[in-house]
């Protein structure tokens, strides 16, 4: 049954009709990680939406827990199964210890010049294990299927970290291209050693 | 009454069905200020939802105009139960600047007198604000809260302002850090560091 109102289609098969303003950012899946190596949105897989619906999309990471003293990294596919696109990026960082024996901004060693591997989105200090530590933050892919030009993206990240035994408040700002024309269709996060001990990551599409 | 179309329920008991597609951002409460000394948003109290509803809240600033020359706009927050907005935090700040006269640009770490290191006052989130006889400058920019109903880990946030700053200056300030808590967080006051403000501030959920 559909519902119509004034000549206009709210609702048939099931779900509000299209023309109908339901928001402009829509939550396409939740991971949820369990001493995970990876957690992986791929296009097509498991609900993934990763295509040209969307111009650009966003990830959010909620509490991201680490079992080890690494950081948080990502990579991008175009055929869904080998993340190793090649990249370009800038990144850089501020912090401030607990202690406040030091504060700071600075550029990022962190960076990528025409590499392959996955790139780190948090940078400062090395992240802190304590049970009440994580990393929280948000990844803006854009246009990832376009055939045309490069894929930009960019990240703000926060996190405690540790140096010695002083925490501190660090923040990552990271952003680059996927230096391809090819559509990308998924992308993965892990940690650079050691597995997710747990945490959220949620993509959202925004029209 | 609820209606069910095509096998799929719409809507039931007052409220749209959890599993039908729709936005992802939810506006939760819009608080306006008018020469007012503090803003708060308190979860339960006047419609305002900030609990476990949602894994990120989200804050935006329009046109927030401080009433007294060199006020840098500052927020707060209490843990269930508390009364006080003097939880301690560890923050970052870093800023960029550009004058009216194109004479002067700066981008860098921000004075430790802004920042804090386990300290308990009010965070700065912004430069310092125009005077009453600058009527058309303002402040504008957003807050986002991760997980404040967490009692397992820290909470963390991000902000990003743009001020038309006293003495002919756009400044960019950009706040990110922890809440060093284990405790539910379910209040957030917003205040000038001296005099009060006009302007308005919205809360948002993101599913």
């Not at chain 1, 369990?34 to 897989?45: C, H």
């Not at chain 1, 996190?159 to 230096?179: E, L, T």
């Not at chain 2, 269930?80 to 700066?106: C, I, P, Y």
Request: proline share 1%; glycine share 10%.
């Amino acid at each position: 049954m559909g519902v119509i109102s004034n000549g206009t289609t709210l609702l048939d098969a099931g779900a509000i009709d299209s023309g109908v303003p339901t928001g402009s950012m829509t939550l396409i899946k939740t991971l949820t990680a369990s001493s995970s190596g990876t957690l992986s949105f791929v296009n097509g897989a498991s609900n993934v939406v990763l295509d040209g619906t969307y111009k650009q999309y966003v990830f959010k990471f909620i509490d991201i827990h680490t079992a080890s003293s690494a950081n948080l990294e990502f990579n991008a596919t175009t055929n869904g199964s080998d993340f190793n696109i090649t990249k370009t990026s800038n990144a850089f960082y501020a912090g401030h210890r607990e202690d406040a024996s030091g504060a700071a901004i600075g550029y990022s060693g962190v960076d990528e010049a025409q590499a392959t591997g996955f790139q780190q989105i948090t940078t400062g200090d090395n992240v802190a294990i304590d049970n009440d530590s994580s990393i929280v933050g948000t990844l803006d892919i854009f246009n990832p299927s376009d055939t045309t030009f490069v894929k930009h993206f960019r990240s703000t990240t926060t996190f405690m970290g540790i140096d010695g035994s002083v925490r501190s408040s660090n923040s990552g700002y990271v952003a680059g291209y996927f230096n391809t024309t090819s559509a990308l269709t998924g992308f993965q996060f892990k940690i650079r050693s050691g597995n997710i001990d747990s945490g959220i990551i949620k993509l959202y599409g925004i029209k | 009454m609820g209606l069910i179309s095509d096998g799929t329920t719409i809507f039931d008991a007052g409220a749209l069905d959890s599993g039908l597609a729709k936005g992802a951002l939810t506006f939760i409460k819009k608080l306006s200020a008018s020469t007012s000394n503090t803003l708060t948003f308190h979860n339960g109290a006047s419609s305002v939802v900030l609990d476990n509803t949602y894994k990120e809240y989200l804050f935006t600033f329009n046109n927030i105009h401080m009433n007294t020359d060199s006020a840098r706009f500052q927020f707060q927050a209490n843990v269930v139960g508390g009364a006080d907005f003097n939880e301690t935090m560890t923050t970052t700040l870093w800023h960029s600047q550009h004058n009216q006269a194109g004479s002067f640009t700066r981008l860098a770490y921000g004075s430790t007198s802004y920042d804090q290191a386990e300290g308990t006052a009010f965070q700065n989130l912004s430069s310092a604000g125009p005077a009453d006889g600058n009527a058309e400058r303002s402040q504008v920019g957003t807050i986002r809260l991760f997980n404040p109903s967490s009692t397992t880990f820290a909470k963390h946030f991000i902000s990003e302002f743009n001020d038309a700053e006293s003495d002919d200056y756009c400044t960019t300030v950009r706040v990110a850090g922890y809440f060093n808590t284990t405790a539910a967080i379910d209040e957030v006051r917003f205040q000038g560091s001296t005099g009060n403000f006009n302007g308005d501030i919205c809360l948002y959920g993101i599913a």
